[in-house]
């Protein structure tokens, strides 16, 4: 079964930058129709961050993290990416990432459209 590895989270101040990564665990990035970043901060519900259509490299982007966030990915190294840029407090959250193996339908940013997730990795923005 294909795991998803995120890494790259950690603590800055606002107007830092964090990259993330996720590493697939198999020789099968080219078989996932879709990879996105979630987040979910304390109390509130799991969010669409990102996503890249893998074929094409068309992205998604939530509108709270346009202009700020890049999603990219490397299929040679299975790896999807996020670079953070501009951060603040309110992007402080769990980061997760996750991928649609199965050509499930719905709108990119909905959570049930995923069928692999990793384990996520904190991102903590100070004022």
């Known amino acids: 079964q294909v795991q998803l590895v995120e890494s790259g989270g950690g603590s800055v101040q606002a107007g830092g930058s964090l990259r993330l990564s996720c590493a697939a665990s198999?020789?099968?990035?080219?078989?996932?129709?879709?990879v996105a970043w979630f987040r979910q901060a304390p109390g509130r519900d799991r969010e669409g961050v990102a996503s890249?259509?893998?074929?094409?490299?068309?992205?998604y982007y939530a509108d709270s993290v346009k202009g700020r966030f890049t999603i990219s990915q490397d299929n040679a190294k299975k790896t999807l990416y996020l670079q953070m840029n501009s951060l603040i407090p309110e992007d402080t959250a769990m980061y997760y990432c996750?991928?649609?193996?199965?050509?499930?339908?719905?709108?990119?940013?909905?959570?049930?459209?995923?069928?692999?997730w990793g384990q996520g990795t904190q991102v903590t923005v100070s004022s």
């Open positions: 890249i259509v893998t074929a094409v490299g068309i992205t």
């Open positions: 198999e020789y099968a990035y080219s078989r996932f129709w879709m």
């Open positions: 996750a991928a649609d193996s199965k050509g499930n339908g719905g709108w990119w940013y909905e959570a049930q459209r995923y069928n692999t």
